[in-house]
């Protein structure tokens, strides 16, 4: 018998469905992943990514990815990073990413929750989007919303000062917890949305999960925080 002690199971934000692949999916996911993906094990490649001298906005949970697309080919002066965990979300994004012929979209395929504090440079972001995560509605699976004090530490330490962390939610609960567990962080300011100007980092588009809660009358909130100011340790004169 192993000696081992029994390792405790994450709680995930997400289960994985195994929603079935189309055909133009799986040959997205062969042939064009080389092209948008960035493998989590190639330091090399993530680290030539995170040189390249341009804003950059990533959204976790991009779903279907019709947002970020759109966001992208409207605003070619940005560079977008999406990370999902969905296959064959992953898949329909490929597709529209070469569909509409754009190079500055890049996706990294996992759980955000392990991938933002392992893999993404502090101060690498100009903005983070996280459009209509899971509600979990029920009380015994709050736990497993994605918004949580740990994810909102490492969400800080990737954006640069004054970085746009936008989050969008249809479940007025969800949007409480948000706003709770964001305002215990002395890492964000929320600001209004005409604090947050013209810049297009703030931008959204509709979602399918936002059409779907239209549908059934749910109110939409849009939350807007702006990273505050990130502190620089004095550092420790050498002692002789
Ligand atoms: C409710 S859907 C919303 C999708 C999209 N943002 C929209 O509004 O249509 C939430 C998405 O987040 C993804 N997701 C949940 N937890 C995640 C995690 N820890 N890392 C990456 N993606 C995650 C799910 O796979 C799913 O596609």
Same mark, same amino acid.
């Given at each position: 018998?192993?000696?081992?002690?029994?390792?405790?199971?994450?709680?995930?934000?997400?289960?994985?469905?195994?929603?079935?692949?189309?055909?133009?999916?799986?040959?997205?996911?062969?042939?064009?992943?080389?092209? =948008?993906?960035?493998?989590?094990?190639?330091?090399?490649?993530?680290?030539?990514?995170?040189?390249?001298?341009?804003?950059?906005?990533?959204?976790?949970?991009?779903?279907?990815?019709?947002?970020?697309?759109?966001?992208?080919?409207? $605003?070619?002066?940005?560079?977008?990073?999406?990370?999902?965990? $969905?296959?064959?979300?992953?898949?329909?994004?490929?597709?529209?990413?070469?569909?509409?012929?754009?190079?500055?979209?890049?996706?990294?395929?996992?759980?955000?929750?392990?991938?933002?504090?392992?893999?993404?440079?502090?101060?690498?972001?100009?903005?983070?989007?996280?459009?209509?995560?899971?509600?979990? $509605?029920?009380?015994? $699976?709050?736990?497993?919303?994605?918004?949580?004090?740990?994810?909102?530490?490492?969400?800080?330490?990737?954006?640069?000062?004054?970085?746009?962390?936008?989050?969008?939610?249809?479940?007025?609960? =969800?949007?409480?917890?948000?706003?709770?567990?964001?305002?215990?962080?002395?890492?964000?300011?929320?600001?209004?949305?005409?604090?947050?100007?013209?810049?297009?980092?703030?931008?959204?588009?509709?979602?399918?999960?936002?059409?779907?809660?239209?549908?059934?009358?749910?109110?939409?909130?849009?939350? =807007?925080?702006?990273?505050?100011?990130?502190?620089?340790?004095?550092?420790?004169?050498?002692?002789?």
């Amino acid at each position: 018998m192993s000696s081992r002690p029994p390792q405790r199971r994450r709680i995930r934000s997400f289960v994985r469905r195994p929603g079935r692949l189309t055909a133009a999916q799986r040959r997205a996911l062969a042939t064009l992943w080389p092209r =948008y993906g960035l493998a989590l094990d190639d330091r090399a490649a993530l680290c030539e990514y995170f040189a390249r001298p341009t804003r950059r906005v990533m959204e976790i949970g991009f779903g279907n990815g019709d947002v970020i697309a759109e966001l992208a080919a409207d $605003h070619p002066e940005l560079d977008y990073l999406g990370i999902e965990v $969905h296959e064959p979300g992953i898949g329909r994004l490929l597709l529209s990413l070469e569909a509409r012929e754009l190079d500055n979209v890049r996706i990294l395929a996992g759980d955000a929750v392990e991938i933002v504090p392992k893999l993404i440079p502090p101060e690498s972001l100009a903005a983070i989007n996280i459009f209509f995560p899971d509600p979990w $509605h029920k009380k015994r $699976h709050h736990k497993r919303r994605l918004i949580q004090p740990a994810l909102v530490g490492s969400l800080a330490r990737c954006l640069v000062t004054n970085g746009a962390l936008h989050l969008a939610t249809d479940w007025p609960d =969800y949007a409480e917890h948000m706003v709770t567990t964001l305002n215990a962080s002395a890492l964000f300011r929320p600001i209004t949305a005409a604090e947050s100007g013209s810049d297009p980092i703030w931008e959204r588009r509709p979602t399918k999960f936002e059409r779907r809660g239209e549908r059934l009358g749910h109110p939409v909130v849009d939350l =807007y925080y702006s990273r505050t100011p990130v502190q620089r340790s004095a550092g420790v004169a050498p002692t002789r």
